[in-house]
């Protein structure tokens, strides 16, 4: 199992990243997938889920700022983040919700103020 997440760079507020994370090695088709986030000195933490049926759901911090998607013919799930802030600095994390399989290495977000 391999869950890759890319996307992630330097970005100042107010500005747009799209993190993108492939899947393989699971019948990714079958499995709700979220994007998850960890700053330096906390707890991982939700930020998005998007159910095998499609349908999205956000922590309320980033509600109205990101959109999650998933391409099942890719075995890609996306994250398109908008109207970054700092406080959207961390590492970035793609996995099927609670945590079901190992996780990658992540893609680091950094917003400049």
């Known amino acids: 199992v391999q869950l890759q997440a890319s996307g992630g760079g330097l970005v100042q507020t107010g500005g747009s990243l799209r993190l993108s994370c492939a899947a393989s090695?699971?019948?990714?088709?079958?499995?709700?997938m979220g994007w998850y986030r960890q700053a330096p000195g906390k707890q991982r933490e939700l930020v998005a889920t998007?159910?095998?049926?499609?349908?999205?759901n956000y922590a309320g911090s980033v509600k109205g700022r990101v959109t999650i998607s998933r391409d099942n013919t890719k075995n890609m799930v996306y994250l398109q983040m908008d109207s970054l802030k700092p406080e959207d600095t961390a590492l970035y994390y793609c996995?099927?919700?609670?945590?079901?399989?190992?996780w990658g290495q992540g893609t680091l977000v950094t917003v400049s103020s």
């Open positions: 998007i159910s095998a049926g499609d349908t999205p």
């Open positions: 996995n099927a919700p609670p945590g079901m399989f190992p």
């Open positions: 090695g699971i019948r990714f088709s079958i499995y709700a």
